[in-house]
Each structure stands twice: as structure tokens, then as C-alpha cells.
């Protein structure tokens, strides 16, 4: 016998309200979320944004096809229910604290930055919120996790990237390594995750989520080489665990910014559309 009232049938054939998007940083990847939002994303709506240049976003802005207010860090979280960070790796905890103070959720970009801000995650664990991490510029993350569910032996980082891509890197500004002028490929890093997040932290965001996916920041091997042959960013992983042995290598496409990959965007928009899809894949 079908015991809910005529109100309750009909509030469970409810559409839910969309999700309330705020974007906090407006560069290429920022961007590029904030027309896809605009264009169509079921489920949600672009509903803030905050960029350190007031003019330049609104500029930026005024071709879609409503209006958005542009707003200080401090006053985004009152208007929305996520936030996307795409800011400098310095801003993460001004961006998601509110946020996960509030029980909201946070795509974190500056992957690298968790690393130095564990607070964060026991922040959500304290208040519901949640720190949601998306692909980014590698593959695999899912397998990688599966995987972590029974026993990871060992996971392995290969990062090659055009000059062009790691220049002014702290560690190499650190360490004197001129990689202008070099005509063949060039190591220059061997370590873990964790020591790349503060020596590069524009560039080795993917080498932080993997180890968060996998065996952590102080297991997983990681290194860098500057290939003044390459056009594209390439990664290579290897990892070896009890339930499978698997290797993956992506090549991708550089942004207008030469330290991030075009499909970054792409994966922090795969990330809002699976938030309400009907049919989650991964």
C-alpha cells in the first residue's frame, strides 16, 4: 500500500533546484568552466566569480548570456553552493574554507597545495563538506583508486614537458638549473609528490592527485624532464598492485597557459555534469 500523501508524490517528482556554481579565479581554465556553464550544464548555474582583475573579468564575461556578479573571495560563499578554484596555490585555504565551514563542496585545482593545508579535509570531515578533486590533466585516477581498495605495491610518475612549461620553476630558480638553451632532454627531479608540490607548484598538480589516489605524497616516485623537442605536456604512470599491473600515458595539449592542459577544463566540467547526472560513468 502506497502510504505517502498527495504532497509527498508530488515533491519526490520534483526537479531540484540547480546547484549554485562559483568560480574563484578567472584565467583559462576558469574561463573556460564559466561558458560551459553558461552554455548548459543540467543541474547547474554559474552564479559568482572572483578574479583579481575586477575589469579584465568582467571584459572577459560580458559575451554571456547573463549577468554575473564578480565578487571579492571573502563574498563568494553566500552565493553559491560549490565552489571551483582556479587560483594561485597561496589562495586555496582563503577560497575553500568558507565554503567547507558552510557544509559545501570545493574542486580543488591546486591539488598540490592540500598537501601543505591538511586542514582542509578535517574541516569537511567536521562539517559535511566536501573537497572534490577532478582528473585534471591525467587518466587512470579511477583505476588507481580501485586499486588502493586492496594493496598498491608501487606507483611510478614519468613527467615530460616543453621549456616553455616549467619555466621559472621554484626549484629551478633554487637550484640554478638554466633549462633555456638545453637541446635534448634534461631530468631535472627525482623525488615524491610532496617535494614537487613546493618546487613546481604550477606544474605537478596530477603527481599530487595521483598519490592522493593511490599510496600517498611520500610513496609515490615522480620525475620531471625538460624535452625541448615536445609540444605537449606527457605523463606516464606506472603502478603495481595486487589486483592489477597497469601502465598509462597521456599527451596533452597545452592551454594559452603552458603549464596547463587544455582537457583541465574539460575535467573540471566533466566533474560538475556528473554532480546531477542520471547516469554517472566513473
Known sequence: MNILTQSERSA???????????????????????EALDRDIPGCVLAAVSANDRT???????????????????????LADIVVECAPAKLLPEIAEPFLRAGKSVIVLSVGA????????????????????????????????????????SVRMVTRKPVRGLAGAPYLVEHNIDIADIKAPLRIFSGTPREAAIG???????????SLAGIGADETTLEIWADPALERNVHRVDVVADAASFSMTIEN????????????ALSVISALRKLSAPLRVG
Open 114 to 153: 592540500i598537501l601543505s593545508n591538511e586542514h582542509l579535509i578535517a574541516l569537511a570531515r567536521r562539517s559535511g563538506g566536501q573537497i572534490i578533486v577532478p582528473s585534471g590533466a591525467l587518466l587512470g585516477l579511477d583505476a588507481v583508486t580501485a586499486a588502493a581498495e586492496g594493496k598498491i605495491h
Open 200 to 210: 613546481f607548484p604550477a606544474n605537478l598538480n596530477v603527481a599530487v592527485a595521483l
Open 253 to 264: 595539449v597545452p592551454s594559452e597557459n603552458p603549464k596547463t592542459g587544455r582537457i583541465t
Open 12 to 34: 519526490s517528482h520534483r526537479p531540484k533546484a540547480d546547484l549554485r556554481v562559483a568560480i574563484a579565479g578567472l584565467g583559462a581554465i576558469g574561463f573556460k568552466v564559466a
Open 56 to 78: 579584465k573579468a568582467a571584459g572577459r564575461l560580458s559575451h554571456l548570456g547573463r549577468q554575473v556578479p564578480i565578487v571579492p573571495l571573502a563574498e563568494l560563499e553566500p
